[in-house]
Antibody
């Protein structure tokens, strides 16, 4: 079955750029949307953005100016970059596959059906 | 942006009891609502999609209902492993939002 694994530095300095990669195994990255979600310590889930395997993206308006999500289909990976980080960006970062409903009449992608285990990123000098 | 509100914030129950969790959307999301379970130190797990469809491997004691703006997740008889935080989630205009969560803890 499809598995996701986040990777990247666990410590980032304030004002720098957070970079994470999600590797998809057990299936192809094609024909799906893929998302990043984060969870600050003791708080709820916040959607960061998504990317389609073709490269189209959309981001949470509250983070849009600082977020870039990209995809590398040859490596079955997608990545997150978050610039100008502050302590408020300290969180567990999850990658997830976006599942769909409506098949075969249509595809409505909206729920996260496969999640990575998450990676903790701390912003501190 | 559609805002999801969950109630109660905390539900204190004993094993074997029935749990009823509510999720309310600020605008209609039709039936496109999902529920997740999250245990401490773990990633969320998809429980329910399309308001009432159980995801693969989810026990029958979990059920979902509702449409439009009002949704309910019911756990018919709580097992020890069900004490966790539950989130609802939707997508509208290609923006995804989660509710703030309901914590089900042991009474």
């Amino acid at each position: 079955q499809v598995q996701l694994q986040e990777s990247g530095p666990g410590l980032v300095k304030p004002s720098e750029t957070l970079s994470l990669t999600c590797t998809v195994s057990g299936g192809s990255i094609s024909s799906y949307y893929w998302s990043w979600i984060r969870q600050p310590p003791g708080k709820g889930l916040e959607w960061i953005g998504y990317i389609y395997y073709s490269g189209s993206t959309n981001y949470n308006p509250s983070l849009k100016s600082r977020v870039t999500i990209s995809v590398d289909t040859s490596k079955n990976q997608f990545s997150l970059k978050l610039s100008s980080v502050t302590a408020a960006d300290t969180a567990v970062y999850y990658c997830a596959r976006v599942g769909y409903s409506g098949y075969p009449k249509y595809y409505y992608y909206y729920y996260m059906d496969v999640w990575g285990k998450g990676t903790t990123v701390t912003v501190s000098s | 942006e559609i805002v999801l509100t969950q109630s109660p914030a905390t539900l204190s129950l004993s094993p074997g009891e029935r749990a009823t969790l509510s999720c309310r959307a600020s605008q209609s999301v039709s039936s496109y609502l999902a529920w997740y379970q999250q245990k401490p130190g773990q990633a969320p797990r998809l429980l329910i999609y399309d308001a009432s469809n159980r995801a693969t491997g989810i026990p029958a004691r979990f059920s979902g209902s509702g449409s439009g703006t009002d949704f309910t997740l019911t756990i018919s008889s709580l097992e020890p492993e069900d004490f966790a935080v539950y989130y609802c989630q939707q997508r509208s205009n290609w923006l995804f939002t989660f509710g703030p969560g309901t914590k089900v803890d042991i009474k």
